[in-house]
Nanobody, 121 residues
């Protein structure tokens, strides 16, 4: 069974940084497209960043220049480095994995349980 497990969330002051991790239970998923999504209270889930099987990336406009998605195949883990955090980044963050859709976008066939990020002003 495929499992994605997020970690690294927490509380931070505005301007701070956090690095989220998504550990993948199946090695073959490291060659899949994977992405980070977030959902704030009362809002719809939104895409934050994706990385496809060949390393192409996409970012939401709201996080460009502040967030970076990366991977470590040896550790079966994907990361989301988040810098210059603001209260607007407060949300539950989820990683998801699936197939390439082209241009760095992904399907979302598998989901993690989420990790909470809270940014205070």
């Amino acid at each position: 069974q495929v499992r994605l497990v997020e970690s690294g969330g927490g509380s931070v002051q505005a301007g701070g940084s956090l690095r989220l991790s998504c550990a993948v239970s199946r090695y073959t998923l490291m060659n899949y497209c994977m992405g980070w999504f977030r959902q704030a209270p009362g809002k719809e889930r939104e895409g934050v960043a994706t990385m496809d099987s060949v390393g192409r990336t996409t970012y939401a406009d709201s996080v460009k220049g502040r967030f970076t998605i990366s991977k470590d195949n040896a550790k079966n883990t994907r990361y989301l480095q988040m810098n210059s955090l603001s209260p607007e980044d407060t949300a539950m963050y989820y990683c998801a994995a699936g197939r390439d859709l082209g241009g760095g976008a992904c399907t979302t066939d598998y989901w993690g349980q989420g990790t909470q990020v809270t940014v205070s002003s």
